[in-house]
Every structure is written in structure tokens, then in C-alpha cells.
């Protein structure tokens, strides 16, 4: 497993991700139109920025999680069964903790 790619991988998805949050505290800090109809519009899309800004987070931390798997010595290796990860499902999700099986098994819950 090349887990030097891997970690370049998770770094640059992390620099992007933290990119991306900067500017949507960016425009979320902008000041509002005074008109009504588009404060509106604007609240609304602040919601959808603040949504997006929320799964980033959540990606974020998933990707923190990785790299410290891989300075642990253990990414690769399924938290729950102590599994190796497929290569596949690496290349689909890098920061998953989980196989497949467990993955599936956790989605049922």
C-alpha cells in the first residue's frame, strides 16, 4: 500500500477543504442588503453556505483522523474488525476508518 500517496492525498483534500470553509466564514461575515427581498435570498443562502460549511467540518475531521491513523500505523486497517481496507474502497474514500462489510453494517443501524 502506498501510504505516502495516500497521506499527500488526505493533505491536499484538507488544504481545499480548509480553502473552501475560509470563504464561506468569508461570505458569511458579509454585510446584508438592506432590501427585504434579498435579505431573504441572502438568509437562504447563507444556510446552504453554513450546511456546506457543516459536511466540511465533518470531512475535516474524518481526514484529521486518517493522517493520524497513518502516523499511527494503522491506517489501512478497519477500526471495528482490524481488517485490512480494500484498496478500492481507499482510492473511493481515503479517510474511511472502515471495510466494506463494516461500513455496510454501519449504515444499517
Keep these: 500500500m502506498d501510504i505516502a ?3 499527500r492525498i488526505l ?11 475560509t470563504r464561506i466564514d468569508d461570505d458569511l461575515g458579509q454585510q446584508r442588503s ?10 437562504e443562502n447563507d444556510e446552504v453556505l453554513e ?3 457543516q459536511v466540511g467540518e465533518t470531512e475535516l475531521r474524518a481526514i484529521d483522523a486518517a493522517l493520524d491513523r497513518i502516523d499511527g500505523g494503522t491506517y489501512g486497517t478497519c477500526v471495528t474488525c482490524g481488517q ?6 481507499l482510492a473511493a474514500v481515503p479517510h474511511t476508518p472502515f471495510c466494506q462489510e463494516c461500513a455496510a453494517g454501519r449504515q444499517g443501524r
Excluded: H, Q, V
Design 11 to 21: 493533505t491536499k483534500r484538507k488544504a481545499e477543504i480548509e480553502a473552501r470553509l
Design 84 to 89: 485490512p481496507i480494500s484498496a478500492a474502497r
Design 5 to 7: 500517496g495516500y497521506e
Design 51 to 53: 450546511e456546506f460549511g
Design 34 to 43: 438592506a432590501d427585504s427581498e434579498e435579505r431573504a435570498t441572502e438568509t
